[in-house]
């Protein structure tokens, strides 16, 4: 668990540093996990009508590229600014776990890619087109689609 605590009126810097194997215990990646360290920081502003958090996440994500198949690690930094409830405080100490988590989980893309312009697999023989293009024929048309080749 990981607590922050907040004085009245302050604005209270923090900062942490976790496992990210002990943080992420349960994989709630579909694709992919966490390794090395979490770090959290940022800051808790107590303003008379509502308390603010804000921060970042620096961590680093291995996954399975989506298109090549291939392993990539990608560094990630998320930024968060989050209205606390009231109700949320509990002896002046604010558990950040679940709101980590929850950043963590949102901040990740549909679409893990090894880099942006991955090429992916060719759909005839598999190769590793980011690893140079092979001899296959590609432009093999759907026989239900072909009609539409008349049109222009």
Known sequence: ???????????????????????????????????????????????????VIRGKIKCCKEFTCDRCLSEATENQIHEFEEEIDGAEIVDDLFDVTELVRDILITSQPIQSLCKADCKGLCPVCGQNLNNGECNCDRLNVDPRLAPLMNFK
């Open 1 to 51: 668990m990981l607590k922050v605590q907040i004085f009245k009126g302050a604005s209270v810097p923090f900062s942490f540093k976790v496992s990210a194997e002990k943080f992420c215990k349960e994989d709630f990646l579909d694709n992919g996990k966490f390794t090395g360290e979490l770090e959290i920081s940022g800051e808790v502003v107590n303003e008379t009508s509502k308390v």
